[in-house]
């Protein structure tokens, strides 16, 4: 099939032609196309988002599979990397394949998904996972230690110290990520780095990065909704992350965290912490590119070409050979709100955007088309790379 349209390719925007199955066969200028796409559109490859809590299993009534890629979609995501503090948690050989066979079953994107912290990794290891995701509470254990010397997989680290998650949250202070950088050692992402000390600290110890943008614009930990893990800093900390950090990280994520309203109404000590916001980040950084404020080429790299990088997925840019999974967007003026996520709440509604994905396309399936999401099936992305 061939899609036409104007496409950023190789740091430039021109009008091309596209031939693809599951995989991009094809670029070319002429061509008759299957499907034409509107001047007013352009053709990116689909963002990657390193960093969701995709619930499902017993936690189902926060979240599905497939309500969380159906919203994955509607923000412009094409491939989704899920995080394993599930019920039951994700750290043996079975609850790994079990997941993996959830996956397959239900996922409207391409997917990949990491692994607990186990005393069974040389089992864990052998199968087609994207890595470790490293709690504060990991940190001292032995098998995270065996994990960090002898797994070659990526470790993807929540930067806080374990004693973080006892004490008052007005004391979960910036120090407490710095300083657990030093506890973890080789192939190394931080996540949802909250201020700009954290980030250049742990790029120079050679790690990779990423930021999220609840971290970046909400307004302080105000009540339930903006209570999430790390905290949101002061006005000024938020400020640098946005006009630095923003330019200074390898990746943007969502650390999309589902929860009930039910449960995000109970008291502030209570309630669980946790933003949804995977179909946010997308269209957020598309339109700082509109309003001037981003390079459109600088915004591929956090959306997606960086994130494929740090997993190690072919996917993230438009060449031959890979996955033929795009967003489209344009420029429209909206407010967000969640569309498909069973979360109708969240500290970021009614956010001006300028940038609409108007279709997604996941393995030359339509999976979007700005109304509907299809019950398309994605492919586990880590499979799919070890083949190649």
Not at 5 to 30: A, M, P, Q, S, V
Not at 189 to 218: C, F, Q, W
Not at 273 to 297: C, H, N, Q, R, W
Not at 325 to 336: H, N, P
């Amino acid at each position: 099939m061939w899609i036409r349209g104007k496409t950023y390719y190789y740091g430039e925007i021109t009008e091309l032609c596209i031939n693809i199955d599951r995989n991009i066969r094809e670029i070319r200028k002429n061509c008759k196309p299957d499907i034409e796409f509107r001047p007013d559109e352009l053709i990116l490859p689909s963002s990657v988002d390193i960093h969701v809590h995709v619930r499902g299993a017993k936690l189902s009534y926060k979240e599905t599979v497939t309500s969380a890629t159906s919203e994955a979609v509607y923000g412009g995501v094409g491939t989704i990397f899920d995080m394993p503090n599930t019920i039951p948690p994700v750290n043996t050989k079975e609850s790994v394949i079990e997941r993996l066979r959830e996956f397959d079953l239900y996922a409207r994107t391409n997917y990949g998904i990491y692994s607990g912290v186990t005393k069974e990794f040389e089992e864990i290891d052998k199968l087609p996972i994207a890595g470790y995701k490293i709690f504060p509470e990991d940190l001292e254990k032995e098998e995270t230690k065996l994990i960090l010397e002898k797994s070659k997989k990526l470790k993807v680290l929540h930067p806080e110290m374990p004693f973080a998650l006892t004490v008052d949250r007005r004391l979960r202070d910036k120090w407490m990520e710095l300083a657990s950088l030093y506890m973890v050692k080789g192939k190394i992402h931080i996540t949802h780095i909250t201020n700009l000390e954290t980030l250049r600290r742990a790029k120079s110890l050679g790690y990779s990065t990423d930021i999220t943008p609840h971290h970046m614009l909400v307004e302080g930990e105000k009540d339930c909704l903006s209570k999430v893990n790390p905290p949101i800093r002061d006005y000024k900390t938020r400020l640098e992350l946005f006009l630095l950090g923003l330019h200074e990280t390898d990746a943007l994520a969502s650390d999309h965290a589902p929860h009930t309203e039910r449960e995000k109404s109970l008291p502030f000590d209570l309630c669980p912490p946790g933003i949804a916001a995977v179909s946010f980040t997308t269209p957020f950084i598309y339109t700082l590119v509109f309003k001037g404020l981003l390079d459109l080429d600088r915004a591929v790299k956090l959306l997606a070409e960086n994130p494929a990088k740090i997993t190690g997925i072919k996917a993230g840019e438009i060449k031959e050979g890979y996955s033929a999974t795009f967003t489209i967007i344009k420029r429209e003026s909206w407010r967000y709100s969640t569309k498909f996520s069973k979360v109708t709440q969240t500290p970021l509604d009614q956010f001006p955007l300028e940038a609409k994905v108007t279709n997604v396309i996941v393995e030359g399936k339509l999976a979007y088309d700005g109304e509907t999401a299809y019950p398309i099936r994605g492919v586990n992305v880590i499979a799919e790379s070890s083949r190649n």
